[in-house]
């Protein structure tokens, strides 16, 4: 896939609250190490349920969110200190990040509890990682 076919991919999601951009962000970290990459044609799929749920969360909270960490190449993964398995290079988890992060985290774990997505929760004190690995994942709170 083409950088063009990976955003009009996302954008087919039709996302109320994040554009193709910001689901695509290469991590502020990329601008000093210049590491990450764009996710392979083969992974974009893996975002689409922990995009929707984000957009979700984010209609609910009613307060900026933004996408602060998602797909990390293995380099850039292993540069920022990511977890060695991390679910970011798979393409299937979000950081998100925003001034209500306790808030942002009970909204996702009501969403998870009533069964809208099966995956991990962490809570850190400016963002929320989500993904939807597939089992319950909780930390940080």
């Known amino acids: 896939m083409t950088p063009k076919q990976k955003t009009a991919f996302i954008e087919g999601l039709h996302l109320r609250y994040f554009r193709p951009d910001e689901i695509l962000y290469l991590?502020?970290?990329?601008?000093?190490?210049g590491l990450n990459t764009l996710p392979p044609g083969s992974k974009m799929k893996n975002i689409v349920?922990?995009?929707?749920?984000?957009?979700l969360?984010?209609?609910?909270?009613?307060s900026s969110?933004?996408?602060v960490s998602g797909y990390r190449s293995p380099a850039y993964n292993k540069r920022i200190g990511g977890a060695s398995a991390s679910l970011h290079m798979q393409f299937c988890a979000l950081d998100l990040g925003t001034n209500r992060p306790r808030r942002l985290f009970n909204i996702l774990k009501?969403?998870?509890?009533a069964g809208v997505f099966r995956?991990?929760?962490g809570l850190y004190s400016t963002f929320v990682h989500i993904d939807t690995r597939g089992r319950n994942a909780t930390w940080g709170n």
């Open 27 to 33: 991590g502020a970290s990329h601008s000093s190490n």
């Open 49 to 55: 349920k922990t995009a929707w749920v984000a957009d």
């Open 57 to 62: 969360a984010r209609a609910k909270l009613g």
């Open 65 to 67: 969110v933004r996408v």
């Open 110 to 113: 009501s969403f998870r509890d």
């Open 119 to 121: 995956g991990g929760l």
